[in-house]
Nanobody, 123 residues
Framework: QVQLVESGGGSVQDGGSLKLSCAASANTLSGLCLAWFRQVPGKEREGVAKIFASTGKSYFGDSVKGRFTISQDNAKKTVYLQMNNLKSEDTAMYYC????????????????WGQGTQVTVSS
């Protein structure tokens, strides 16, 4: 069982930056894929970024490439999502998720979820 706790959400103006954190209760991040998804009411959950902790290989959704980065701190068992040049369309609830094994795309492939943190970007 892996518990995930997100933090770092908030309100920012267009073009601003935020850094989200996801702390995992796992003994180690090794072997886990940790992902960030986002969701707005009435829409499906969208994959934003994910990282396979064993190798550091990362993946990004098309809408955030070049603006968002994902990183990990193995000692703190924490994954970060650095979001730069934020736009109003980035407004959403952001969720951290984890699965054992390589990264997959569908949210249904992830067994563990955090409670979410709200990001609001105003123009």
């Amino acid at each position: 069982q892996v518990q995930l706790v997100e933090s770092g959400g908030g309100s920012v103006q267009d073009g601003g930056s935020l850094k989200l954190s996801c702390a995992a209760s796992a003994n180690t991040l090794s072997g886990l894929c940790l992902a960030w998804f986002r969701q707005v009411p009435g829409k499906e959950r969208e994959g934003v970024a994910k990282i396979f902790a064993s190798t550091g290989k990362s993946y990004f959704g098309d809408s955030v490439k070049g603006r968002f980065t994902i990183s990990q701190d193995n000692a703190k068992k924490t994954v970060y999502l650095q979001m730069n040049n934020l736009k109003s369309e980035d407004t959403a609830m952001y969720y951290c998720a984890a699965r054992v094994g390589v990264c997959r795309t569908p949210p249904s492939e992830y067994n563990y979820w955090g409670q979410g943190t709200q990001v609001t970007v105003s123009s």
